[in-house]
């Protein structure tokens, strides 16, 4: 069956630094990955996908993902982080029968400094 | 307004007592998703539902009853609440296809006394 792991549980950037959330999956075939952003009290946000083709995807509020099959990975970076994205964030991949499901990694929890 | 909801928002009830929470969605989406969050456990499904009158068990099912009579509604129920049973729960829907990603509710907290 496909997991996912976050590492980090918290993560503490200030306020103008870069960021890099890390995920690591595992998968039998082609992984379908997501990432999600969950502010304080709300529902998830979709950040960004990716299904094949560029392994450099680029998703909303500045946020970019890299997949590395060798590293089974899918980090989530932006180079300059806002106090507006302090929020929990969430890794994800589909699932190996039909997509139609998703495994969610346990979530880090981005603070950001001032 | 369009989108997904959830109600009721908050909701504290007794062990033993059966609870309904509602998800309705108004995109007419053929899948639909309960979630709960725990800590430490991110998110983990319940149940999910491919079209009306399909449903099907995912990782986390003993003590919850979903049925889906209409595309627009996915009701989950406790059928006896118990204190295990305390979370936040989210409702989700998507479009049928290997692309389309999952739009979630708000949540609903539930606190199960």
């Known amino acids: 069956a496909q997991s996912v792991t976050q590492p980090d549980i918290h993560i503490t950037v200030s306020e103008g630094a870069s960021l890099e959330l890390r995920c690591n999956y595992s998968?039998?075939?082609?992984?379908?990955l997501f990432w999600y952003v969950q502010s304080p009290g709300q529902g998830l946000q979709l950040l960004l996908k990716y299904f094949s083709g560029d392994t450099l995807v680029q998703g909303i509020k500045g946020f970019e993902a890299e997949f590395k099959r060798s590293q089974s990975s899918f980090n989530l970076r932006k180079p300059s982080v806002h106090w507006s994205d302090a929020a929990e964030y969430f890794c994800?991949?589909?699932?190996?029968?039909?997509?139609?499901?998703?495994?969610f990694g346990k979530g880090t929890m981005l603070l950001v400094s001032p | 307004d369009a989108g997904i909801t959830q109600s009721p928002r908050y909701k504290i009830t007794e062990t033993g007592r059966q609870v309904t929470l509602m998800c309705h969605q108004t995109w007419s989406h053929s899948y639909m998703f309960w979630y709960r969050q725990d800590l430490g456990h991110g998110l983990r499904l319940i149940y999910y539902s491919a079209a009306a009158d399909i449903t099907d068990k995912g990782e986390v099912p003993d003590g919850y009853v979903v049925s889906r009579s209409k595309t627009e509604n996915f009701p989950l129920t406790l059928e006896s609440a118990t204190r295990s049973q305390t979370s936040v729960y989210f409702c989700?829907?998507?479009?049928?296809?290997?692309?389309?990603?999952?739009?979630f509710g708000p949540g609903t907290r539930l606190t199960v006394l």
């Open positions: 994800a991949v589909a699932s190996n029968s039909g997509y139609s499901t998703l495994t």
């Open positions: 989700a829907s998507k479009l049928a296809g290997d692309y389309n990603e999952q739009f």
């Open positions: 998968y039998g075939a082609t992984p379908y």
